[in-house]
């Protein structure tokens, strides 16, 4: 089996593993989270924007086409070799994160479930898909899916700082949760799916010798970091 394919059984058993952990407690664990201290409740209402797609998006758009008119009207060689490096970072970026926003977004329509705030009338397992309405796109998550592709990309890039960006994508999931947007399922799915999206795009730009190479394993690493040994 190959990585890529590896990589992906892997997430999509994780993913099916924790969803069929977490679906009988959301009701509880939603319910739950919500009465948390007021401090604790505004503290994530405060954060839990950060996890948006939009701003993701527009940002690395932004840069790419930056680097890629700088690359193109320098003369110097150093400023050109350095704008194409920015120029592959911010595109990078920005597929993993357009990849993943395009399949959260198709997964909610085609899922439907009611969001938490529907508890009343729907219950936590009402699906109804093709709706396209905002209530009935609850998993999975899209904050949560951006996080996970947002983290998971500089959790590719710089591998020794991947738990601390692992956990600042979790903090933005659970927020999804405190601030009753989301039930938990729908937060693993999410961060798993951008999580994914961000390792896939990796294995795309190795392939094409962009920010990362494949390391002895065949994994995508960094190009920044220290080359595999030769073969004897």
């Given at each position: 089996m190959n990585q890529p394919l590896a990589s992906t059984a892997?997430?999509?058993?994780?993913?099916?593993?924790?969803?069929?952990?977490?679906?009988?407690?959301?009701?509880?664990?939603s319910e739950w989270a919500q009465t948390l201290p007021d401090e604790i409740v505004g503290?994530?209402?405060?954060?839990?924007?950060?996890?948006?797609?939009?701003?993701?998006i527009y940002t690395s758009a932004t840069l790419l086409l930056i680097a890629f008119v700088v690359r193109r009207a320098s003369q110097r060689d150093t400023i050109r070799q350095r704008a194409r490096a920015a120029r592959n970072l911010s595109a990078y970026f920005l597929l993993t994160i357009g990849t993943a926003s395009v399949l959260v977004h198709g997964l909610k329509f085609l899922i439907?479930?009611?969001?938490?705030?529907?508890?009343?009338?729907?219950?936590?397992?009402?699906?109804?898909?093709?709706?396209?309405?905002?209530?009935?796109?609850?998993?999975?998550?899209?904050?949560?899916?951006?996080?996970g592709a947002f983290f998971g990309a500089f959790a590719m890039?710089?591998?020794?700082?991947?738990?601390?960006f692992l956990i600042l994508a979790l903090l933005i999931g659970l927020s999804r949760v405190i601030v009753g947007a989301h039930y938990p399922s729908d937060v693993a799915a999410g961060l798993l799916l951008g999580l994914w999206?961000?390792?896939?795009?990796?294995?795309?730009?190795?392939?094409?010798?962009?920010?990362?190479?494949f390391d002895a394993d065949g994994w995508p690493a960094p190009k920044t970091a220290t080359p595999p040994p030769e073969p004897k």
């Open positions: 892997w997430i999509v058993l994780t993913t099916i593993v924790l969803v069929l952990a977490l679906v009988p407690f959301d009701p509880q664990l503290f994530n209402r405060t954060i839990t924007d950060f996890g948006t797609f939009a701003w993701m439907g479930r009611a969001r938490p705030e529907l508890f009343a009338d729907y219950g936590a397992y009402s699906l109804t898909p093709f709706t396209g309405d905002r209530l009935f796109e609850s998993f999975p998550s899209g904050h949560s899916t951006a996080a890039l710089t591998p020794e700082l991947r738990p601390l999206v961000s390792i896939m795009v990796a294995f795309l730009f190795a392939r094409r010798d962009w920010l990362f190479r």
